[in-house]
């Protein structure tokens, strides 16, 4: 991955880009989809304890590479859609909010409220709907 941070007197921001190539199969015989994702988020400092940001995220997933044998029958027959291989790629773009609150000994606590804006799913896959983060943070 590559990332980046500007850190100035009263805000911050930056951006990220990951990726995870998968090169092997798994016991079951099969290869989850490649994953590439962006990150980018500003946050604001509004006193000496407590800040707030705002991040948007673009994750863009591969299909699967093979399939597990134990399904071969639901998937020859197309009887149960979610098992094929070729329908788990998809993409996403999301938003978050957060807060930070700094305490007294190196901790810190934050809460991040985070949306999906748009989603794009090759086939019958669960969707993100919604997705809560709190966090605790102990600075040595």
């Known amino acids: 991955g590559w990332g980046h941070l500007t850190t100035r007197p009263d805000d911050s921001f930056g951006a990220q880009i990951k990726g995870t190539f998968r090169l092997g199969e798994n016991d079951e015989g099969y290869t989850k989809g490649h994953e590439l994702g ?27 590479d093979g399939a597990d044998p134990r399904y071969a029958m639901a998937l020859a ?30 901790h810190r606590l934050s809460l991040e409220a985070s949306a999906p804006v748009r989603q794009d799913l090759d086939g019958p896959q669960l969707q993100v709907d919604r997705v809560w983060t709190l966090g605790w943070q102990w600075a040595l």
């Open 38 to 64: 962006a990150t980018a988020w500003y946050a604001r400092r509004l006193s000496e304890r407590l800040s707030v940001s705002l991040r948007g995220t673009w994750t863009v997933s591969g299909n699967y």
């Open 77 to 106: 027959n197309r009887v149960v859609a979610t098992v094929d291989p070729d329908r788990r790629a998809g993409n996403r773009l999301e938003f978050g909010l957060g807060a930070n609150l700094t305490l007294e000994g190196g």
